[in-house]
Structures are given as C-alpha cells and as structure tokens.
C-alpha cells in the first residue's frame, strides 16, 4: 500500500476520522501534522464512540504506531488527560505513541489571550475552538515560541515563560489580579509535565524516513479542512496551520515525494462551524434537515453546525491546491430524504458567473450560487457496503461529483459506524 494523507476539503468536519480509522487497518503509522486539540475525529466502533483531539486516531488500532509532527501544536495538559481517558478504555500509548522535540506548546497564557481577542472582535470575532491555537502558532512564527524540547531546559522555559506574559503585558492588563497570578502559575507549572513527555520525544523526520525506507507504510492525518487553510482558506475565517497537503511536508519533515496517494474527504452536502462566508449555506428547513439528519454539532465545541448544499466551485478549487487523487465521499445516508438535491456548479457576482473560486470575503458573502438540481433518491442507503445496492439515483449523484471533480470515488461512506462502508 503507498503512503496515503487523508485531507478534509471543505471547512473541516468531513468525516477524516472515519477515513483515517478505516485506513489504519492497511498501515503501520498514523502520522499528524498539523493543528492541535481544535480538531474533533470521530470513530464509531460498533456501539463505542471516540473522539480524538490530539492523539492521532490510528491509536484506536492496538500495534500501530502515532506520531505527533512538529507542524501541531499541543496543550500538554490536554494530551495527558486524553491518553488518561483512553487508558480508562484499555486503549494504551506505551512505545507507540512519538513526539516531535520541535511541536510547539499551546501555553494557559494562549486561551486567555484568545478569549481577549475574540472579545476585542466583537461583531467581527473568528468563533474559535478557544483552544489557543492562533496564539500559540503566532508565536511560533514570531520565535518566542516554546517547544516540547524547551521542557527539558527548565531555566530556559522559565525565562521564556516571563518573557512571554511581558511583551503580553498590555492585554493581559484586562485580567483581575488574582487570574494574572494563577496564569502565571499555570504557565511555569507545565515544566511539571516534562518527565512525562521526555520519552516520547523522537526526531519525527528520521523516525519516519527510515521506516518508510524499511517497507513501512503511513496514512498522513489531516486536520481542519482546506478552506480553514491559514494561506488557502476563507482568511481570517479559518485556523492558524496549514491543513493542506503541503503541511504533510513543512509538518513532519519529510519529502513530497514519498506523500504518496492522495485521498480528499468529501462531506456530500457542506458545513462549516464558526463565523465566516459559507455560499451554499442554508438558513431554511433544507439547513434544518442536514443538521439534524447529520448530527451536526461540533465534537470539539459542541456548537451546531451551520449547513447547505455541497459546493462544487469551492471543491475544485480545493482539488486543485491538494492534488487529490481519489475521493472519500461521507454521509451520503443524510440525503436520504431530500426529493431534489442542490449542488453548486458557479457563483454568481455582479452580473458574471464564475466557476473559479476566489477566496475573497467580499465575493463569498455577496455571489448567489448557481444550482443544478439532482434528484434524490428517497430510499434508506444507511449501512450499504455494496456500491450495486446504492439506488440508482444515488449512484448518479455520486457519479455527478467524480464526473466534475474529474477523481475516482475510492469510498463511500453511508453511516458512522466502521462497517458501514463502501471500498471502490
Ligand atoms: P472529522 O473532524 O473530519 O474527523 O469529522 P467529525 O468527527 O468532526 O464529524 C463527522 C461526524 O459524522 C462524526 O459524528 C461521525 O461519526 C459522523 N459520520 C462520519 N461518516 C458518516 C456517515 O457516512 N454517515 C453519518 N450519518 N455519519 C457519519
Ligand atoms: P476537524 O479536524 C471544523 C474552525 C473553528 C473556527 C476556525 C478557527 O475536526 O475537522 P481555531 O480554534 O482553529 O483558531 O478556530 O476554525 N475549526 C474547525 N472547524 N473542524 C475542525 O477540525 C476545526 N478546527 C478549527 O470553528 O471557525
Ligand atoms: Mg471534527
């Protein structure tokens, strides 16, 4: 089996999780490299759902090895409570679970000037995780940062550390006296988490270098979704890394050329949690069914999730930037009901029609899309693990997206559960 990244292609959510899980079976690592604990994976195990924050999800398979990339950032205090509940569920991390010396560390200092921030935007706010992920990566571009390796410096983490709450001293101003103190105390108390981390850490790139050289195989995990990309996605409106394919290189330290197959999850309608333009999204009884057909509420927040009709403009665009080489289509059970199905074929703006996405805030909060219109199928397709059992109508839709995204379908998802799924 080549190496394979599993990239979301719309606004995160897709259904990575799912993929990633089903992938694992046919790999020896599961690779992560980028985001932090924003990001919520599903995995639905007969009755027995996880959600995975930090952990790559191939730790859900019991001889599979996980590795946390330089390109995440990681709340320590987050991963060990995470690996704590897995533990509870007899799912252990002892030699199989690597940490890059260079992953920056999202500090208590990063939340709290998050939760200032996004107040200061008022009406203009992001609508964060509040995970402290844009922080944490402004300062790792700024070169203030702290990384997992700094921890076993413990002079250097603390000058770092007061170094920090100083430049932040203006906005950290706004905090009671009481709370500045416990941040501070907060932030020094990490160092306690260093014996802990320090066998885990492991020089990421030689790691999976050498067992790619070896005949091992690696699925690269992605996180987020292309349009929540820091440089390719609905900016500001997105997240602070890059979710895209090119981060599997920047983020783990290995070459483009062993990236290997590209497989580009596609939800069948879309969704997007937080603020920001969202074309097809609807606010109508269409929008209504979607959230509740498909369980649309945020696995990291709890937010419900805005939803509309799948976007095609947005998808090829998305296509492009990845390289995606096979599709791994999601949810198609939530169309069931729908007696039409609408996906976007172009934007209409100021009188022109465009099949080319542009990530430009004016144009995406002000083109009206145009649709085709798809007949559903009206017929349960939940738990079908055989593409010839599909309606006919269903085939068609799902024909009409690889047809236009000019990419095989490689799988078909009809249900959260492992099992339910389609291998093409
Ligand atoms: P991720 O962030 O891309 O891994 O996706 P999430 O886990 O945040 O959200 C996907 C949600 O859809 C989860 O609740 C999954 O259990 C669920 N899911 C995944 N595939 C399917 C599917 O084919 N049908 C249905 N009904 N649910 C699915
Ligand atoms: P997975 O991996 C969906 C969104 C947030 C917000 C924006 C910025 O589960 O697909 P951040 O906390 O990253 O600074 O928030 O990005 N966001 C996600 N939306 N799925 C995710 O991850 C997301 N991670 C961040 O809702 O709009
Ligand atoms: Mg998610």
Partial sequence: ??????????WGDEGKGKVVDILTEEADIVARYSGGANAGHTVVIDNEKFILHLVPTGILHKNKVCVIGNGMVIDLEHLFSELEELKKREITFQKRLLISPNVHLVMPYHKVLERLEEKARGKQK?????????????????RRGIRTIDLLDSQRFEQRVEFNLRIREGLLSLLPEHELISLRHKSLNVLKLRRKVKPLLTDIGLFLH????????????????TLL???FGTYPYCTSSSTTV????????????LVGEVIGVVKAYTTRVGDGPFPTEEKTKVGEILQESGNEFGATTGRPRRCGWLDLVMLKYSFRINGVSKIALTKLDVLDTFDKIKVCVGYRYRGK???????????LQNCQPVYKEIPGWQKSTEGITN?????????RYVDFISQKLKTPIFMISTGNKRDQTIRL
């Fill in 1 to 10: 089996m080549p190496n394979r990244v599993v990239v979301g292609t719309q």
């Fill in 126 to 142: 992001i609508g964060t995780t509040g995970r402290g992920i844009g922080p944490a990566y402004r300062d790792k571009i700024a």
């Fill in 210 to 225: 050498r067992s790619i050289r070896n005949g091992k195989n690696v699925i690269f995990e992605g996180a987020q979704g």
């Fill in 229 to 231: 990309d820091i440089d």
């Fill in 246 to 257: 090119g981060g599997v290189c920047t983020g783990l330290g290995i070459s483009p050329a």
């Fill in 353 to 363: 029609t465009s099949t080319e996405f542009v990530p430009d805030l004016r144009t």
């Fill in 387 to 395: 593409f010839k059992r599909l309606p006919d109508k269903a085939k």
